[in-house]
């Protein structure tokens, strides 16, 4: 069974860094799309990142120049770098996979069908 578990998250001050990570295992064949959401409280869930099987990422504008996406295929792990937060990055994260590239270009949460548990991040003005 697939199955997405982020570590990662935590407290820092505005200005701060974390990484996240997403380690995916249970996948039958290769993971064409992987991306990072987030989640505020009462709020839908928005992409923050993508990042497809040819290596090509998108970035929603307000984490672009901020936030790195990358995945080490090799060890089925998905990355978030995230420098010069903001007190508005402060949300759940998640990890989620779907199955076509084409889903990474204009992500939308009823594209991916597999999902981590999430990891918190708060930012601290």
């Known amino acids: 069974q697939v199955q997405l578990v982020e570590s990662g998250g935590g407290s820092v001050e505005a200005g701060g860094s974390l990484n996240l990570t997403c380690v995916i295992s249970?996948?039958?064949?290769?993971?064409?799309?992987m991306a990072w959401f987030r989640q505020l409280p009462d709020k839908g869930r928005e992409a923050v990142a993508t990042?497809?099987?040819?290596?090509?990422?998108y970035y929603t504008d307000s984490v672009k120049g901020r936030f790195t996406i990358s995945k080490d295929s090799d060890k089925n792990t998905l990355y978030l770098q995230m420098d010069s937060l903001k007190p508005e990055d402060s949300a759940m994260y998640y990890c989620?996979?779907?199955?076509?590239?084409?889903?990474?270009?204009?992500?939308?949460?009823?594209?991916?069908?597999?999902w981590g548990q999430g990891t918190q991040v708060t930012v601290s003005s």
């Open positions: 989620a996979t779907a199955d076509d590239r084409v889903y990474c270009v204009h992500p939308q949460v009823y594209d991916f069908g597999s």
């Open positions: 249970g996948y039958p064949y290769r993971v064409d799309c």
């Open positions: 990042i497809d099987h040819l290596e090509s990422t």
